[in-house]
């Protein structure tokens, strides 16, 4: 079966690659003007809230690769690199409660990990809906 014919035979498709689209979109949304506030508004020190914040973003991550909304190769991207951040926060936090209060540098760095993996969400979403497009123009050809 050639291409052209793939694609009339699956009018589903378009509809799914939308639908995973706009879930993508709006599980960041709701973690942008919902979760991050209401972390940031606890009374816990700067490690506890990225580290909620990381486990939080684990948890969206790994539902978003098991329901296969986006693409597998940036998920496990994301999913490192929030992983990452959830090891040296913990790190940072085993050194506080030793009494080693220094090494900020941690922090910072796992904060830098979250943004890239919140990127990589972001670049999903955006892949997601670049190929609606590019589906969309192929069927008006």
């Known amino acids: 079966m050639s291409s052209p014919e793939r694609e009339r035979s699956r ?3 378009g509809s799914r690659v939308w639908r995973t689209g706009l879930k993508l979109l709006l599980w960041l949304v709701v973690i942008g003007l919902l979760v991050v506030p209401l ?3 606890l009374p816990l020190g700067d490690t506890t809230r ?3 914040l990381a486990w939080v973003l684990v948890g969206i991550g790994l539902y978003w ?3 296969d909304l986006g693409y597998r190769p940036l998920l496990l991207f ?4 929030f992983s990452a951040a959830i090891t040296l926060l ?3 936090a085993a050194l506080v409660s030793v009494g080693v209060h220094r090494g900020p540098i941690l922090r910072r760095t796992a904060i830098w990990l979250l943004l890239l993996g ?3 969400a972001g670049v999903n979403v955006i892949i997601m809906f670049l ?3 590019r589906r969309g123009s192929r069927r008006e050809k």
């Open 39 to 41: 972390i940031r508004d």
């Open 78 to 81: 994301q999913l490192f690199f």
């Open 65 to 67: 690769l098991f329901t």
């Open 118 to 120: 919140a990127a990589c």
């Open 50 to 52: 990225a580290g909620i």
């Open 90 to 92: 913990t790190a940072k």
């Open 11 to 13: 009018p589903w498709l």
């Open 131 to 133: 190929e609606l497009l």
